[in-house]
Each structure stands twice: as structure tokens, then as C-alpha cells.
DNA sequence: ATGGGGCTTCCCATCATGGGAAGGTCAAGG
DNA sequence: CCTTGACCTTCCCATGATGGGAAGCCCCAT
């Protein structure tokens, strides 16, 4: 199949498979003589598992490792988990800063009339406050 | 003051500041004869505000709507908070979504033994997923 | 054989930030 | 007075993942 079909199938659009391709990700595919790209349906099966792993916001280096792990028959479960567990902590972690930022935000919020007036207790906030040593 | 002092008390990266001034984010402030950069008190405020917005997850194109709304003695609160709120929302939105990869992930780690075997449901599960129509 | 859709490569843009080079400047101390 | 080192200037490049688009070739159906 080419490469549109294989992004149809995969959900990984036929730009990112190139990408994918060119920084070592992927195989490269077999080519027709027209130099056109011609996937199997296991190729579709591995950008499947890439996208699956982006979705779950492992970034493309980490789905490097997983995609190592998942071809490597004798790796212990062990390492797989570690990796996925330390990602799980990653993502609690920028999910509990966005979520510190969004009530700091929305406290502040609910001093602010929010009417006609210009007194605005956020931009007083924001004008006010003094740097703290480096952010996250 | 010089670029590094403003730079030091604002919290704000010497690189940064510059950066700002060449999209217009802030006024270029005034020079010396040999082009040194020269801030008042108030441009560290400014830059502070700046700062302090990006700490909150603002994008700068958003951060300038709030300094614009700063500097706009005749706003009313009400435009300020919409915009927080709406930012708000965002940030939650984000951080829901985090939240539901981490979710994902640590319910399929939960089935993996994670030992020396090589089964592992989580590569499983990457594998086997049928792509979903688009994510967020 | 022609038209339209798909493929190729290549370059550029995004967003916010940092790194670093090459060169000018300033202040302090010998 | 001159050197040294810290600071400043501009300019270019890189990041990470993705999309946009141009120029040109290819393939199939009409």
C-alpha cells in the first residue's frame, strides 16, 4: 500500500511517516520503481503502536525505547513498566503544575468584580508580585 | 540600569528581554552611545508582569493582551477576567488530559507483572490499539 | 491522451527558549 | 596608561513535533 493508505490506517499522517522515516524511527519502507513508498501491513501495525504511544505522551525519543522493548522478545516486563511508570509520574506531575496555575488564576479571579469598574485584583497580582527563584 | 541588571530583578532572561522587544512585546527602552540597553525601575515592573504571566501558562500573544489591558486605566475588570477564566478552562482542560494519560497508563501498568518475563500488556495494549478518529 | 489526485523532495513556519560566536565596552587594579 | 575580565551588542542555529506549500513526477480512469 502506499504511504496515504498506510496514514489512513495508521492515523499517523503521511507527513509524520516521512519524519518518522527520516529520523530512524521507522524502517525505511521498500520503493516501487517510482520511488514511491510501499507499506506492509505490519509497517501499519508499528505506526499504529507509535501513535498509540504519542497519544499517551511518551515523546518521540521515549517511543524509540518502546518500540525497542516491544521488539525485543526477551526483555523483562520489568523494564517496560519502569519506563511507563515513570512517565505516569511525569504527566501527574505537569498535570498537578497546570492545575496549581489554574486556581492560583482562578482565586485571584474571584476577587476581581469582573463589572464595569477597571480595579482589577489580577493585574494588580501580576504587576505586584516579585520573581521567584526560577519557575518549574 | 543594564540589560543583565533588569534582567536579574525581573526574573526575566537577558536573552528573553531582548526577544520581547524584537516582537513587541515591550517598548525598546532608551540607549547609550554605545548601544547599551538602559531600563528604568518601571521596565522591570513591566517585565515582572511578564513573568509573572508566562508563570500562569499565558502564551505571549495572550500576555499582550494583558499588558495591553493594564496599561488601559479605562478597561473594564470584566475584559480581564473573561480572559482569565477563559484561560482557566484551558489550563484544566490540559491538565484533565494529562491526568486521563497518566490514567491510562497506570491501569495498564497495573496488569503487567513487571518482572523478568516478557509478557507486557502495556506494549499489548500499543500494539493492538485501532487508531482513534483524531486526539484532543 | 488528458486531467486530477497522489506521490516525491525541499524549504519554511510555529512557540518560547537557550547556546554560542565574533566583536565592542566599561570599570577596576596593576 | 594598559590589561583583564565581565558585560554588552548582533547574528545564526537548535530544540520538538507538526503542518503548509511549492515544484515536479507518476498513475489510473475517462
Known sequence: ??????????GVSAKMIRYY???????????TAAQYRVYAAED?????????S???GFSLEETRELLA???DKSRASADVKNLAMAHVRELEEKAAELKAMADT???LATHCHGDHRPDCPI???FAATT????KA
Request: net charge positive; charged share 25%.
Open 44 to 52: 501499519v501495525h508499528t505506526l499504529r503502536f507509535v501513535r498509540r
Open 69 to 71: 522493548l516491544w521488539r
Open 1 to 10: 500500500m502506499n504511504i496515504g493508505e498506510a496514514a489512513t490506517r495508521s
Open 123 to 125: 493585574l494588580a497580582d
Open 105 to 107: 488564576l482562578r482565586h
Open 131 to 134: 520573581p521567584t527563584q526560577g
Open 21 to 31: 522515516e527520516s529520523i530512524g524511527l521507522i524502517t525505511p519502507p521498500a520503493r
Open 54 to 56: 504519542r497519544d499517551l
